[in-house]
C-alpha cells in the first residue's frame, strides 16, 4: 500500500476538501485526486463520496480511516526510534573490568543524560566486532584493529592508548620496584589467562612476547580474575599484565602490586570502530571526550606496527 497515499487519504478526511489537503501536503490538486483513485482501487471500495462542497467520507471510509491513522501513527513511532539521538548508542567494550569500559562509565558520569547502552561482545574477535558494526547490530566497538583490516564504510580512530602494568604478588622478585622495563621481564612467566587464538589481544601479545623476548602464556583453565588474583597473591614467581586503567579488585591482604612498565611504555592501542557516515549526538560527544581526556605522552611507547595509527 502506498503509504502517501494513505496520508493523503487521512488529510482530506480532515480537510474535507482535495484542494485543502493539496495545500496541507504541498502537492497539487490533481496529485491528490490521483492518489485517491489509487487508493480506492488498491481496496477496491470508494472510500470518499465527492459533493459540490468538497468530499465526506463514505460508510468504507468511516470504517478505514482510523486503522489508515493507526498505520501511520506507527510509521511515525519507527522513524522516530532510529533517528539519531532517538535510541541509546549501543557500544561494546569487550570486557567491563577494562579501560574502555571505564572511559565510556567517566564519559556517562560526565553527562548523565546521555543516552548509552554498554554491551561486552566478548567471544567475537575484531573482524567480527567490525562485521557488527557494520551491520548495525552495534554502534561502536573498542578494538585493537590491523589497519588492513579497515574496511570501506567503517571509521576507525586510535583514541584509547591504556599503558601496561606489570601485576605481582609481594613475594614476587620484582615486587619492590617503582618501574621496570619490558625487558626486565625476561625469564619471568607472564600468565594471562583467556587469551583465544584468532583474537586481535592473542595477535598483541605475542607481537609483545617476540620483541621483548618474553614468556607470554594462556596455559591451563580460566577460572576468572579472581582466580588469577589468588595464585598472584601465593606465587613468588607468576606476573600477569593489565591496563593502567583497567579495574580489578582484591583483598588487601593480597598485597598485589601494580607496576608500570617503562623504557618504552608497552600500550594496548584500544581504537573506536564506527560507520563513516553514523552521527549519533552521543558517538560525537564520546569521540570529543576521549580526544580531550587523553593523557599527554611522558615516555617512549611501543605499540605494534600491525595496529591503525
Same mark, same amino acid.
Given at each position: ?45 470508494? $472510500? ?10 463514505? $460508510? ?11 498505520? $501511520? ?237
Amino acid at each position: 500500500m502506498d503509504i502517501e497515499a494513505l496520508r493523503t487519504f487521512v488529510a482530506v478526511a480532515e480537510a474535507g476538501q482535495f484542494q485543502a489537503a493539496a495545500d496541507e501536503l504541498r502537492v497539487s490538486q490533481q496529485a491528490v485526486s490521483k492518489r485517491i483513485v489509487g487508493l480506492e482501487k488498491n481496496l477496491g471500495v470508494a $472510500l470518499l463520496v465527492r459533493t459540490s462542497r468538497g468530499s465526506r467520507l463514505s $460508510l468504507d471510509g468511516q470504517v478505514f480511516l482510523p486503522h489508515a491513522k493507526k498505520v $501511520l501513527a506507527t510509521l511515525e513511532q519507527a522513524e522516530q526510534a532510529v533517528r539519531p539521538g532517538s535510541r541509546p548508542l549501543r557500544v561494546d567494550v569487550l570486557n567491563r573490568r577494562i579501560a574502555p569500559a571505564q572511559a565510556v562509565y567517566r564519559f556517562y558520569r560526565s553527562r548523565p543524560d546521555a543516552a548509552l547502552d554498554m554491551v561486552t561482545l566478548s567471544e567475537e574477535n575484531a573482524a567480527q566486532a567490525v562485521r557488527a558494526v557494520l551491520e548495525g547490530s552495534i554502534d561502536a566497538s573498542f578494538r585493537a584493529l590491523p589497519a588492513g583490516q579497515v574496511p570501506a564504510g567503517l571509521r576507525a580512530e586510535r583514541l584509547l592508548d591504556v599503558p601496561l602494568q606489570l601485576l605481582v604478588g609481594p613475594a614476587h622478585p620484582l615486587a619492590g620496584e617503582d618501574q621496570v622495563r619490558p625487558t626486565d621481564l625476561v625469564g619471568h612467566r607472564i600468565w594471562i589467562p583467556g587469551i583465544r587464538p584468532g583474537t586481535e589481544w592473542e595477535q598483541f601479545y605475542r607481537s609483545l612476547s617476540q620483541v621483548f623476548g618474553l614468556s607470554i602464556d594462556a596455559l591451563g583453565p580460566n577460572f576468572g580474575d579472581e582466580a588469577l588474583m589468588d595464585a598472584l597473591a601465593d606465587s613468588a614467581s607468576l606476573a600477569t599484565l593489565i591496563g593502567s586503567g583497567d579495574r580489578y579488585l582484591w583483598p588487601e591482604s593480597y598485597g598485589l602490586r601494580r607496576i608500570p612498565l617503562r623504557e618504552p611504555t608497552p600500550v594496548y592501542p584500544h581504537v573506536l570502530l564506527t560507520r563513516s557516515d553514523h552521527q549519533h549526538p552521543v558517538l560525537i560527544g564520546l569521540r570529543d571526550y576521549l580526544r580531550a581526556s587523553e593523557p599527554d605522552a611522558t615516555d617512549d611507547v611501543w605499540v605494534p606496527e600491525w595496529v591503525t595509527r
